[in-house]
């Protein structure tokens, strides 16, 4: 990216396109482990939509843990940021 006269500019395959600040681009791939090179995955944020029936039954049983022992959930979630 550049400063153009006015306003700030990208270099596209050569070509000057305005950059927007507000402009947001959503990409989704059907791949269950898509590779990105590290200076994308850098400026990226890379959301894994998969659920498992092990990861699922993990989040409803910490929910049901937190509501009956709110204790126990804490002191699990003590443990797993050690």
Known sequence: ARRGK???VIKL?????TYVPTFKL???SKLSNPHFRPEIAAQ???INFIVT??????QILALVVNV????LERRKQ???RQ
């Open 6 to 8: 006015a306003h700030l």
């Open 13 to 17: 395959g050569g070509t000057d396109i």
């Open 26 to 28: 959503f990409l989704q």
């Open 44 to 46: 990226c944020t890379i």
């Open 53 to 58: 029936p092990d990861g699922l039954e993990e």
């Open 68 to 71: 009956e022992q709110p204790d």
């Open 78 to 80: 003590d443990l797993v």
